[in-house]
């Protein structure tokens, strides 16, 4: 029979195919009723007509409708409406003429910059969908769908589950794709929204280094259970967006940020970019279909297997204080710098490098202060900090990022200055934090122990942190280097 004679309920007229997977086919097809162009999730029901099977694959094809209706994003692909004909279901979704992340990053890996707005905007998209409880599951570069305008979008909601739904899938089986799963997924523990931000960590991963983090294996059991243990090979081309991944990476879901605040984190980057600047721009024909050949299948085959081409002030390392004058102006020339993408939901932006205080009001005393030279006096300024010039550090002349750790809190509670130094602006800014807040807090406390200092993963430690020797807190850090100098970049 030939594909333009096939007609879904003498409307929807089939063009051709544009992606599939093991349980069904995605078209591109014309909408003659509103005349427009649309895609069409083809459901094929299993093999062997089992009516429970068949029926299940019914309810699993209804519910991603309803998941996906549930969402609407102008970063996820939109469901129209779910249709029975030919005894199976049809999902009718917007088309969106584009390439998949997959494609484009096996074809050439792409730059930090590139991958910094893809996430901004699928991150975004998956922070609505958690407010709304709903987890993707199968976060990765196959369904994210980039235009050449660099509009890009999410799509394939199929194996996605709606927090206090009814879990559909089979028993036994893990739902998403082995390269990209969350360690606790892939032992099998309930999935929660940190698991959606360990996947699209791992898909900017993949895509600024050319592979995923958990590496690559022909034999999806084998890298099952490499994911299982949570170790990922070190990123080394990810730049500027390392300390945000390696958190994303965190073994543990509590060590991973929210996907509200690593949409913030991105867009924060994101004001580093040249405004205008195309995201991975490149055309497509319209029937790449969006596979990735390099990885292998996902362990299980629900409908969503499909692939389509359519479209806290916490007691601890630092105090928060209040907001300064300064960081006011970085926000919000932050915001206008992000003029393609909605404002942030918070004032986290990025503060420029800590400049030497000269104020007789706010400056530590010259022995306190990590600057050995004195400098002329300018108008007193609450906002001033003391010099970071990590060279004059002890933790310079650390071998791990442990032992840098350990340096750090033996600087305090007695040397504030110096252990502010070993804060990166990027810490200091998601803080709201200025020097005096920092000083403030520490002039609180007479002894601080950390214990237990451990390194779990590349540039992340955890440690027991006792103060004034009462009751301890046991936190986790993400370290960098900076010039050779191991700095403090985010703390859970």
Known sequence: MLVESRRIRDRYRLLEPIGGGAMGTVWRAQDEKLDRTVAIKELLLPHDHDEHRTE??????????RIAARLQH??????FAVLEEEDRPWLIMEYLPSKSLAVQIREEPASVDDAIRVGAQISSALAGAHRVGIVHRDVKPANILVAEDGTAKITDFGISRAIGDVKLTAT?????????????????????????????????????????????????????????????????????????????????????PTMDEVEQELRALLADDEPGVP????????????????????????????????????????????????????????????????????????LPPAQPS????????????????????????????PTTSPTVS????????????????????????????????HFKATRNQTYESYRSFWGQHKRVDATGVKEVAPGR????????????????????????VWMIDAQS
């Open 394 to 425: 002890p933790v310079s002349s650390t071998k791990d990022a442990a032992q840098a750790l350990s340096a750090y809190y033996a600087l305090l509670p007695g040397n504030p200055a110096e252990a502010w130094n070993l804060l990166t602006p």
């Open 358 to 385: 000269t104020s007789a009001s706010s400056t530590p005393s010259p022995s306190d202060s990590p600057s050995a030279s004195p400098s002329p006096t300018p108008p007193a300024s609450s906002s001033s900090v």
């Open 172 to 256: 036994g089986e893990i739902a998403g794709t082995p390269a990209y799963l969350a360690p606790e997924v892939a032992r099998g523990e309930d999935v929660s929204f940190a698991a959606d931000v360990f996947s699209l960590g791992a898909t900017l991963y993949a895509a600024v280094e050319g592979q995923p983090p958990y590496g690559t294996a022909d034999n999806p059991i084998a890298l099952l259970y490499k994911a299982s243990s949570g170790e990922i090979e070190p990123p080394v081309k990810a730049g500027r967006l390392t300390p945000l991944l390696l958190r994303m990476l965190a073994g543990e879901p509590a060590g991973r």
């Open 56 to 65: 299940e694959a019914k309810n699993r094809a209804m519910r991603e409708a």
């Open 279 to 350: 995201v991975l721009a490149a055309t497509i024909p319209e029937t790449e279909p969006a596979v990735v050949p390099d990885v292998p299948a996902a362990v299980t085959v629900p409908v969503g297997e499909v692939t389509a081409v359519s479209p806290g002030a916490r007691k601890g390392l630092i105090a928060v204080g209040a907001g300064a004058a300064l960081l006011c102006v970085a926000v919000v020339v932050a915001i206008l710098l992000v003029v393609r993408q909605k404002a942030p939901q918070d004032n986290a932006g990025s």
């Open 74 to 79: 102008s970063h996820a692909i939109t469901v």
């Open 461 to 484: 430690v955890t440690a027991h942190v006792l103060y004034d020797g009462g009751k301890g807190e046991t936190d986790t850090f993400t370290m960098v280097q900076v010039n050779g």
